[in-house]
């Protein structure tokens, strides 16, 4: 017996409502994804807590921060956790967060979730105390090993060798042609800056020997800083990025668009978290922190080689 037409589309509807029923009425609430929010207003960040894994394109896609800003996404805990670092925030500025249309790896969504939050102006005593940090200096082994702010040891570059020619004597049977040049490794005497994007330290050599060592951060991977070598061709003590509307204390510039900095600030006085430093954030620049950046500034000149490498 042949099915009519509208009964094959009544059989349909009859299961989609039996589908439907079954999904909102024995869905187990255990698999709809749940989240938690926490703002942490020092350092600046926005942090989400699911209950499963979530699909991150989904939740980078939805993401919302009105008015807009820039940021970075950090996921941990199998896609549990994910961080929102704003690149910069307006104090006094009142902000919406939102997410929306989140889907786990179960294919729930998420309800919507919104946050209203305010970046209050620091006080005269949080300025002060901003001034009074002092420069993240690596201290210096004997072997050449140091230790990082959180505890990590790296080895430092050594010093850079350059080969020279001996000169001898010769022989009174043997002319100067007949006698072959003597080459010697020396270590280069030169005042230079070293940079190590592998481990995100700078090295700064003078007269063959470490005079000091700092924590860097240096370009993101789709923004990379360029390997090679380099001189300082120009200084600032602030200059101004028309690129980015931010200022960058102590700038050094050692190839176009490319510079040695103090972490930044914007003009609302929002600055660069001190906690990116030692990792690749920057959009391709070489970042040192507060105090650190003027240090280098006064050691270098125009002129000075600038060594980066991984």
């Known amino acids: 017996m042949e099915i009519s037409a509208k009964t094959k589309i009544l059989l349909t509807v009859i299961f989609l409502e ?31 807590y699911f209950n499963q894994p979530i699909i991150r ?16 996404f950090d996921w941990s805990n199998r896609n549990r956790q994910v961080v929102f670092k704003p690149y910069y925030l307006t104090y006094g500025e009142e902000y919406i967060v939102s997410a929306k249309k989140i889907r786990g790896y179960l294919l729930t969504e998420l309800e919507e979730k919104t946050v209203k939050f305010k970046i209050e102006p620091p006080s005269s005593l949080n300025l002060a105390n901003l001034m009074a940090i002092s420069p993240v200096k690596l201290p210096i082994s ?30 009174e ?52 800083t360029p390997l090679g070598e380099f001189k300082i061709f120009s200084k600032e003590e602030n200059h101004w990025s028309n690129t980015y509307k931010l200022y960058m204390p102590f700038s050094m510039q050692f190839l176009s668009g490319f510079y040695i900095h103090e972490l930044p600030y914007w003009p609302s006085g929002y600055r660069e978290g001190v906690d990116h430093l030692g990792t690749r954030v920057s959009h391709g620049c070489i970042r040192l922190g507060i105090g650190a950046a003027k240090e280098v500034y006064n050691f270098a000149d125009i002129g000075t080689p600038v060594v980066i490498h991984q």
Do not use: W
């Not at 394109?57 to 820039?70: D, L, R, W």
């Not at 004997?142 to 022989?171: M, Q």
């Not at 190590?196 to 003078?206: A, G, H, K, R, W």
């Open 18 to 48: 039996i589908a439907a029923i079954g999904y909102f009425c024995f869905y187990p609430k255990s698999f709809k994804v749940k989240s938690n929010v926490k703002l942490f207003i020092n350092p600046h960040k926005i942090v989400f």
């Open 57 to 72: 394109s989904s939740f980078e896609e939805n993401f919302q921060i009105e008015p807009a800003v820039e940021g970075s």
């Open 142 to 171: 004997e072997k050449n090993v140091f230790t990082k702010p959180d505890g990590e040891t790296v080895v430092i570059t050594p010093p850079r060798t350059k080969e020279v020619i001996v000169p001898v004597e010769a022989s």
């Open 173 to 224: 049977e043997a002319t100067i042609i007949d006698q072959p040049p003597v080459m010697q490794e020396v270590i280069v005497k030169e005042k230079y800056i070293d940079v190590d994007i592998s481990d995100q330290i700078m090295t700064l050599y003078q007269d063959g020997e470490i005079n000091s060592v700092y924590e860097v951060s240096t370009g993101r991977y789709s923004m990379p």
